[in-house]
C-alpha cells in the first residue's frame, strides 16, 4: 500500500502565501509525475500543476507566476508554494501521485485533502 499525506493547509489574507506539501509512504519502487489538484465548493475539481520524473512543470493558467510546484525524490514529497493567494484560490487542495509499487504495479494514488482558504 502506499500513502500520501498533506499538510500546510489553513487560513491566509489575500496575498499571503501558503506552502503546501505532500509525502508519499509505503512500498514504494518509484513515484512517475506528481500533481496537485483543487476543488472549491460546488466546483468540479480541477489540476493546478504536474510535475514529473525529471522535474518538468505545468500550471494551470490561473496560478501561472504565482504558484511552484517541486519535488524532493529522496522524501518521496511533492510541495506547492502558493504566492499572491486569491479569495478565489480557496478549495480543499488534493495531491496525486502516479505510483509503481515494489510489486511492479503501476497506479495513482490520493491524499486525503488539505483545506486552504483565502479571507479577509
Known amino acids: 500500500q502506499v500513502q500520501l499525506v498533506e499538510s500546510g493547509g489553513g487560513l491566509v489574507q489575500p496575498g499571503g502565501s501558503l506552502r503546501l506539501s505532500c509525502a508519499a509512504s509505503?512500498?514504494?519502487?518509484?513515484?512517475?509525475?506528481m500533481c496537485w489538484y483543487r476543488q472549491a465548493p460546488g466546483k468540479q475539481r480541477e489540476l493546478v500543476a504536474i510535475?514529473?520524473?525529471?522535474?518538468?512543470?505545468n500550471y494551470a493558467d490561473s496560478v501561472k507566476g504565482r504558484f511552484t510546484i517541486s519535488r524532493d525524490n529522496v522524501k518521496n514529497t511533492v510541495y506547492l508554494q502558493m504566492n499572491s493567494l486569491k479569495p478565489e484560490d480557496t478549495a480543499v487542495y488534493y495531491c496525486n501521485a502516479d505510483v509503481t509499487n515494489t510489486a511492479r504495479a503501476s497506479f495513482i494514488s490520493w491524499g486525503q485533502g488539505t483545506q486552504v482558504t483565502v479571507s479577509s
Open positions: 510535475i514529473t520524473s525529471g522535474s518538468s512543470t
Open positions: 509505503g512500498s514504494i519502487f518509484r513515484i512517475n509525475a
